[in-house]
């Protein structure tokens, strides 16, 4: 028994699969880091409706509305990611799971463009 | 992470699935619409349905969220024991009063 190389132990990297979970992962964090600036921003109604709009006037900069595809790429991409675990841990084992993890990015890339063209 | 966490975990992530479903249509019509602060708050002011849909998903969000750092905390950070404890329910904490306080915002 021997411990495995470095080469074997990465080797699962260029799987699918195993960027299906980064992505999950990373897009959970970035949501996590995100949030409390999203509540913040709508917290703002509270002093009145000149500054929820002054700030949804800002939003509607260009650049803002690419970060906000990203958002809803990020909240997309980890929603489909998150019930593809919740089938696999729940339901009976299915076959083809990198296809349902390529389509889980594809639907999310796509609902963040449709958002883009309608938003910009 | 414990079997009790794992459960909250998988609950609040069934709990939110529809909920995001039903917010990503809500940002996709305000943004279409282009809506401004006016009309949104007219349409989400005094909703009790609003407010209970936004509160279940702040609060299900901030318990979803506080779980997962730990799990990232206690994978890329050396903290462990008590320490992840009090990153997951000060991140919590932080999430459930900002969000709650948005939402008392927005429908209130």
Avoid: C
Avoid at chain 1, 12 to 37: K, N, Q, T
């Amino acid at each position: 028994m021997g411990h495995p190389t470095r080469q074997s132990s990465t080797a699962h990297r260029g799987s699918i699969l195993w960027i299906a979970f980064l992505v999950h992962r990373l897009s959970g964090v970035a949501l996590a880091v995100f949030l409390p600036l999203h509540f913040l921003a709508l917290g703002l109604a509270i002093d009145g409706e000149a500054r929820l709009d002054g700030f949804l006037r800002w939003i509607a900069n260009p650049l803002v509305k690419l970060a906000e595809m990203v958002l809803v790429f990020l909240l997309a991409v980890h929603m489909l990611g998150g019930m593809r675990v919740l089938v696999i841990e729940n339901l009976p084992w299915r076959d083809g799971q990198k296809r349902i993890a390529t389509a889980a990015l594809a639907v999310a890339a796509l609902a963040a463009v449709v958002f883009f063209a309608r938003a910009a | 992470m414990n079997v009790r966490l794992y459960i909250l975990q998988r609950a609040t992530a069934a709990v939110m699935a529809p909920l995001v479903l039903a917010h990503l249509v809500v940002i996709f019509y305000a943004t279409s619409r282009g809506l401004s602060a006016v009309e949104i708050l007219g349409r989400t002011r005094g909703s009790v349905g609003w407010a209970l849909f936004y509160g279940l998903f702040v609060l299900a969000a901030a318990t979803h969220g506080a779980i997962g750092v730990r799990v990232v905390a206690s994978e890329w950070t050396g903290l462990r024991g008590r320490q992840l404890d009090a990153l997951m329910l000060g991140a919590g904490a932080i999430l459930a009063a900002l969000g709650l306080r948005a939402v008392v915002a927005v429908t209130l």
